[in-house]
């Protein structure tokens, strides 16, 4: 039987710092998204460097602290920089967060990424919500014992709650911000799809690929909380745009929308997540 991560330490840490706080929303921002952050009142920040059983964060664009805030008058929590399987990171550790979360008592969870997009139409910039996805990191944070409060089989029939979508494009419309919908295909990373691979996630009923999300979606889940996903297309995925993939560009495209997306995710919010 594996080891199964134990997150009492790092809840009870969390808890003791935000002296009575109750998040009623967890946000995860992915590479270069943290701008929703400055429009956090009120708001505590904690480096990932103090708590325990989280790592500091490897990646450029990732900040590596939780800040907890309101945003449009609701307590949320808000993970600016996230852990990666490509990190070397267990799928225990990527979700380390999401279940803190969850144990601090947050009903919804609204996860955020960068993306390559698969669907041949998607330019970058291309904000997509995400209607379901596909699992292809060939790990699970359930797998092992079950841990208290998790489901042993959770039911997958609607990872991304319909209701939580609904309000995303309704806000979105509201302030003119095209919003697209498709699915995301989660894969292990570090490297780009080869085009072979893109033209079989197209295949498969993919529109847009990236490296993150499905394991937090997973874990939230198996908690009851209720998901909303949002990706930034930031480039056409290998194969189907002609240029090469560069990180650099995916933190530039995210830059330039993430103003729209703040605004989505602050709607959201404010429409009682
Ligand atoms: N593939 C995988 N992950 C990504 C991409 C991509 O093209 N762009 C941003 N994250």
């Known amino acids: 039987m594996p080891d199964r991560p134990d997150i009492a330490p790092t809840v009870a840490f969390l808890r003791s710092q935000l002296s009575g706080r109750t998040p009623a929303v967890g946000i995860v921002l992915g590479s270069g998204l943290g701008g929703l952050v400055s429009r956090m ?4 920040t904690i480096p990932y460097g103090d708590i325990p059983g989280f790592y500091g964060s490897t990646v450029v664009g990732h900040k590596g602290e939780l800040v907890m805030g309101r945003l449009a008058e609701v307590e949320v929590i808000a993970q600016s920089g996230r852990f990666h399987l490509y990190e070397g990171h267990a799928a225990d550790t990527v979700t380390l967060p999401v279940r803190a979360f969850a144990e601090l008592g947050i009903d919804s969870l609204i996860v955020t990424n960068a993306a390559g997009g698969v669907r041949r139409t998607f330019r970058p910039g291309t904000l997509m ?3 379901d996805h596909i699992n292809l990191t060939f790990r699970n944070p359930l797998f092992g014992s079950v841990l208290e409060g998790e489901e042993r089989f959770p039911d997958m029939s609607d990872p991304y709650d319909a209701r939580l979508r609904e309000t995303a494009h309704r806000v979105a ?3 003119g911000i095209p919003l697209a919908d498709g699915v995301y295909a989660g894969l292990l990373g570090p490297s780009y799809e080869t085009p072979a691979e893109v033209r079989m996630l197209e295949r498969l009923g993919a529109d847009a690929v990236g490296m993150s999300t499905v394991l937090e979606v997973v874990a939230a889940r198996a908690r009851g909380v209720r998901c909303l996903g949002i990706s930034t297309i930031t480039n056409p995925a290998a194969g189907i745009g002609h240029e090469a993939l560069d ?3 995916v933190l530039e495209v995210g830059k330039r929308v993430a103003d729209s997306l703040a605004t989505i995710i602050e709607g959201v919010v404010g429409e009682g997540a």
């Not at 009142?41 to 505590?44: G, K, Q």
Request: hydrophobic share 45%; aromatic share 0%.
């Open 247 to 249: 990180h650099a560009d």
């Open 173 to 175: 419309a509201t302030h």
């Open 129 to 131: 919500v995400i209607a």
């Open 41 to 44: 009142t009120d708001r505590l």
